[in-house]
């Protein structure tokens, strides 16, 4: 049995909308502090402080897609995450926190036609994800069309499509694409999205001080991340990754409320505890401006991981689909466009709706077919038990001192089939197909 966290789609809870805004893709900083008392962010081991000559980042252009939470019927939270990228090519070594974020927004995006690092610029969020470069909207139309999306006719300067096995939407104009999927989307709304940046929407950064005053401190470069206070933290933070040649600058800033900023001799004390800068940095700088901390660091020339060495791969970017059997035995799952993928690199599992904290132990399974690789109009067929069933668990149930660390599991009814991709033993979700009977 193999130990299975809760899937991307399971039913989203406010702190779960909190936590999981850009996707999920904002978890890394989130596990790292989950849990933590301190109003300290940890800022490194053995660092060595001193001013940085940090290159300049462009204005933060990307927040007119923003909708502020208010803004949008049935979001209950003050605030969310998101994720911005500047996709394009990278042939040289790069911050482990950097690269990290691909392999998740390549195993979310389906396939449009364009290929992944010819976007120039890529904003996920709660509501949708923001695709903009220069290609040819008619092309994308034909794409989505041959790969099981329905055109829905033109509503001003977007062409809509939309599926409806996993429910998806796309909205393409001149230069971009907005989809949201609701595997993938925490509250998917690609209205919202397009509301806001024609102005007919308040945006986050007018109606949050905050969020104005972090993303105009961090702007925008190669990649922009911004995670909402929650339970764990009382702090707002933004940070951004900027390169000048093969040389990278990691910006990580924190918002305090009043009178709850640490002191200079309490951030210096807590810096060798960790880090919140990537692993990779030699040389930070903090400066503390009123309730604003802002940790620089340089990452050298040729640290971090060569894009060749990055394990597991990235995954292909591929639209899935799936049509179920009428009696509910067995579903088939539909490579619809995108890159060829090897069946050796494919599985699958079952996977069930558990609360926080809970861990799904689940069996992966390797595809049933004699295939070598799955590409564009290939399907392969995955029977289904009759009753199935996983065992999950409470994390703090776990007794990592017996013969079976999870005796204590009870069975689940599953709730979504998931497909799994990952050349080796490290497998993420890529599709998952709701199953009769789930919520």
């Avoid at 001013?51 to 980042?57: L, Y």
């Avoid at 800033?253 to 810096?271: H, I, K, N, Q, V």
């Avoid at 620089?296 to 060749?308: N, Q, T």
Wanted: hydrophobic share 35%; with cysteine; proline share 9%.
């Amino acid at each position: 049995m193999v130990p299975n966290t809760p899937a991307d789609d399971a039913s989203p809870t406010r702190r779960a909308f909190l936590r999981r805004g850009a996707g999920a893709v904002a978890a890394g900083f989130v596990a790292a502090t989950a849990g933590c008392t301190s109003a300290l962010p940890p800022l490194g081991s053995a660092q060595r402080f001193g001013r940085i000559d940090v290159p300049d980042a462009d204005p933060p252009r990307y927040r007119r897609w923003l909708p502020a939470p208010s803004a949008v019927d049935g979001v209950d939270a003050e605030g969310y995450a998101y994720l911005f990228r500047r996709p394009g090519a990278l042939d040289y070594p790069a911050p482990v926190r950097f690269t990290t974020p691909r392999k998740r927004l390549l195993s979310h995006l389906d396939h449009f036609g364009i290929g992944y690092a010819n976007y120039d610029r890529l904003l996920h969020t709660p509501f949708g994800t923001v695709l903009a470069g220069e290609f040819d909207a008619e092309a994308v139309g034909e794409t989505l069309t041959d790969s099981g999306y329905a055109a829905m006719g033109s509503d001003g300067d977007y062409d809509r499509f939309t599926r409806d096995d996993v429910p998806r939407r796309a909205a393409v104009g001149d230069g971009v694409v907005v989809w949201s999927s609701e595997r993938v989307h925490d509250h998917p709304r690609i209205d919202a999205l397009l509301d806001a940046r024609t102005g007919r929407r308040t945006r986050y950064h007018d109606a949050d001080a905050g969020v104005a005053r972090l993303t105009d401190t961090v702007g925008e470069s190669r990649m922009v991340e911004y995670v909402p206070p929650s339970d764990e933290r009382y702090w707002q933070k933004c940070e951004g990754f900027r390169f000048d040649g093969d040389t990278a600058y990691h910006v990580m800033t924190f918002l305090y409320p009043e009178g709850r900023t640490p002191s200079e001799s309490e951030l210096r004390d807590r810096a060798v505890d960790g880090t919140v800068l990537t692993r990779e940095v030699d040389h930070s700088d903090f400066r503390i401006d009123g309730r604003l901390v802002i940790v620089e660091g340089r990452i050298p020339p040729g640290e971090g991981i060569d894009p060749v060495d990055i394990t597991p791969p990235y995954p292909p970017q591929i639209t899935w689909g799936y049509a179920a059997d009428t009696d509910a035995s067995a579903v088939t799952v539909r490579h619809e466009a995108g890159d060829s993928v090897p069946t050796s690199a494919l599985g699958y599992t079952f996977d069930a709706d558990v609360p926080d904290g809970w861990l799904v132990l689940a069996e992966q399974r390797p595809l049933p077919t004699d295939g070598e690789t799955l590409a564009a109009g290939d399907a392969v067929t995955l029977s289904l038990p009759a009753t199935p069933t996983v065992e999950a668990i409470p994390h703090g149930d776990i007794d990592h001192e017996a013969a079976n660390p999870y005796a204590a599991a009870d069975p689940r009814p599953v709730a979504r089939l998931e497909l799994l991709y990952g050349p080796g033993e490290t497998r993420r979700p890529v599709f998952a197909v709701p199953l009769e009977g789930s919520s």
